[in-house]
T-cell receptor, first 111, second 115 residues
Framework: KQEVTQIPAALSVPEGENLVLNCSFTDSAIYNLQWFRQDPGKGLTSLLLIQSSQREQTSGRLNASLDKSSGRSTLYIAASQPGDSATYLCAVNSGYSTLTFGKGTMLLVSP | EAQVTQNPRYLITVTGKKLTVTCSQNMNHEYMSWYRQDPGLGLRQIYYSMNVEVTDKGDVPEGYKVSRKEKRNFPLILESPSPNQTSLYFC??????????????FGPGTRLTVL
């Protein structure tokens, strides 16, 4: 059964810093991996999807990488802003008819 | 606009009073799913549907029912709600769920409190 772990559980940085969020998964046989953003009490917004054959995807200040063989993905946020404060969730599609989610990294960017 | 909608967004009810949370998507997706999110436990799947009239249990199906009579709608039914079903519920959809390009889209969530 797929298990997804996100480290760190919480992260606090000053505005302007570049930062990396980590996601690891136990079964490398995946279809894809998605990074989501969730604001408190709100829904999930899809940020990036990396297909199993891809190594990375970029959207604006966000860059996500995937190393399937080692079971790892990272989300890189460049020049962080207070508006980036949210919980970031990593989710793996292993073809079991569900996404397996990590518990998330709560990010706080202070002005 | 492509979206997944849920209603109601907030609901406070009492133990044993049947309720339905509706979910609708306008993207012609085959796959739909329900999750619940609880502090410390993360997101867990309740039920999913690969296509019309095809539904199956997820990780935490006890106390819930679903139906998929039309492609766009996937209601979640709580026949006799109990306080341990107090949670934040999300509906999600994707085209097939078995393609590497499949992005899963989530609704805005329904916050349910059962007294």
């Amino acid at each position: 059964k797929q298990e997804v772990t996100q480290i760190p559980a919480a992260l606090s940085v000053p505005e302007g810093e570049n930062l990396v969020l980590n996601c690891s998964f136990t079964d490398s046989a995946i279809y894809n991996l998605q990074w989501f953003r969730q604001d408190p009490g709100k829904g999930l917004t899809s940020l990036l999807l990396i297909q199993s054959s891809q190594r990375e995807q970029t959207s604006g200040r966000l860059n996500a990488s995937l190393d399937k063989s080692s079971g790892r993905s990272t989300l890189y946020i460049a020049a962080s802003q207070p508006g980036d404060s949210a919980t970031y969730l990593c989710a793996v599609n292993s073809g079991y008819s569900t996404l397996t989610f990590g518990k998330g990294t709560m990010l706080l960017v202070s002005p | 606009e492509a979206q997944v909608t849920q209603n109601p967004r907030y609901l406070i009810t009492v133990t044993g009073k049947k309720l339905t949370v509706t979910c609708s998507q306008n993207m012609n997706h085959e796959y739909m799913s329900w999750y619940r999110q609880d502090p410390g436990l993360g997101l867990r799947q309740i039920y999913y549907s690969m296509n019309v009239e095809v539904t199956d249990k997820g990780d935490v199906p006890e106390g819930y029912k679903v139906s998929r009579k039309e492609k766009r709608n996937f209601p979640l039914i709580l026949e006799s709600p109990s306080p341990n079903q107090t949670s934040l519920y999300f509906c999600a959809s994707s085209l097939y769920m078995r393609l590497t390009t499949d992005t899963q889209y989530f609704g805005p969530g329904t916050r349910l409190t059962v007294l």
